[in-house]
């Protein structure tokens, strides 16, 4: 019976949960911060429930086979607390957050060979502690390692899909689909904000910056993501929200490091100029501070 540890049961790992809980032959837990008694999810299929352990201590943890993080990139500090009593030395630690540093942001906690970095797509919202919408299909991609093919196999029972592939192009991949999303959340205009001139350009400057990046880490993405992206935004309901700009307005933190941030850092070290985003980053950092004049 496979053991499995979820740190940070919001949209992403609540869904993560339910789903995994479906299967009788999986034992999970969830690392909660704030408690609540059971999962319930609706999906575009119908409502789940489940009942999986649930603590809020890391004194109340002990070690499983698989732990799957699914904080925000800003809080893998306090989700690495619970690291040391839920991991054993053969443990896979999976994190399953945007950007493209999952591997960096916990090798101070956990051996690299440990680390399972993912991409995830499933668009989902929490309602309340608990209680979770997924609102359409879900993938992940995970590298193409003994530790990936394992973690395929723990999602027969769910409607994920979850498959191996080549982590480096699909994480900058979803990057580039990702980075522009900075736009909506400066100007606090939804996805449909997209149809003002001079949106589209702007939003291909920024992609063909996270492109150039990505394709100096080893991605290998064609230019035509450029134009995809526009059009996937022109296609979008005009009203969706990416979440950064859900967050800026729920006046929760961005994960504007991890996006953006990551841009910026690792064209300095390849000395490509993304000036289109570090401006972005420059305003939504200026944008959460709280500070009153
Ligand atoms: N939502 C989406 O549609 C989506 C899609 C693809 C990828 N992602 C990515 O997936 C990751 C998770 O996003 P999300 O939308 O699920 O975030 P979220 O709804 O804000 O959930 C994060 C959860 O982590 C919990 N948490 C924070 N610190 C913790 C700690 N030390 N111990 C235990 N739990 C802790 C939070 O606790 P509280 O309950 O106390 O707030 C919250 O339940 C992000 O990197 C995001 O970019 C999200």
């Known amino acids: 019976m496979p053991t499995i540890a979820i740190v940070g049961p919001?949209?992403?790992?609540?869904?993560?949960a339910a789903?995994?809980?479906?299967?009788p032959h999986n034992a999970?837990?969830?690392?909660?911060r704030t408690g609540f008694d059971h999962l319930e999810v609706e999906t575009p299929t119908g409502t789940?429930?489940?009942?999986?352990?649930?603590?809020?201590?890391?004194?109340?943890?002990?070690?499983v086979d698989w732990v799957l993080i699914a904080t925000k990139a800003y809080d893998a500090a306090s989700a690495a607390i619970w690291l040391p009593s839920l991991?054993?030395?053969?443990?896979?630690?999976?994190?399953?957050?945007?950007?493209?540093?999952?591997?960096?942001?916990?090798?101070?906690?956990?051996?690299?060979?440990?680390l399972v970095p993912a991409v995830i797509d499933c668009p989902a919202e929490r309602t309340a502690p608990g209680r979770m919408r997924q609102r359409g299909a879900s993938w992940i991609i995970v590298p193409s390692s003994a530790n990936g093919r394992d973690f395929v196999s723990l999602w027969t029972k769910?409607?994920?899909?979850?498959?191996?592939?080549?982590?480096?192009?699909?994480?900058?991949g979803k990057l580039c689909i990702n980075a522009p999303g900075a736009i909506s959340a400066i100007l606090m205009k939804p996805t449909g904000v997209i149809q003002i001139e001079p949106v589209p350009d702007l939003t291909r400057g920024i992609v063909r910056e996270c492109l150039a990046v990505g394709r100096a880490e080893g991605a290998k993405l064609d230019d035509g993501i450029v134009d995809a992206v526009v059009e996937g935004a022109r296609k979008a309901p005009p009203d969706s929200l990416n979440s950064l700009i859900a967050d800026r307005m729920a006046g929760r933190p961005m994960e504007i490091d991890a996006r953006n941030g990551a841009i910026v850092r690792f064209g300095r070290k390849h000395g490509i100029p993304t000036p289109l985003n570090e401006m972005a980053?420059?305003?939504?950092?200026?944008?959460?501070?709280?500070?009153t004049y």
């Open 158 to 172: 769910t409607n994920f899909d979850v498959k191996t592939d080549d982590f480096t192009t699909r994480a900058w």
């Open 28 to 32: 999970v837990t969830v690392c909660a």
């Open 87 to 114: 991991c054993r030395p053969d443990t896979r630690v999976v994190v399953l957050q945007n950007g493209v540093e999952h591997v960096e942001r916990f090798s101070p906690y956990v051996p690299v060979a440990s």
């Open 48 to 63: 789940i429930t489940s009942s999986p352990r649930v603590i809020t201590s890391p004194s109340d943890a002990t070690p």
């Open 19 to 23: 789903w995994l809980g479906q299967d």
């Open 10 to 16: 919001g949209a992403i790992g609540g869904i993560l």
């Open 281 to 291: 980053v420059a305003l939504l950092t200026a944008a959460q501070d709280t500070r």
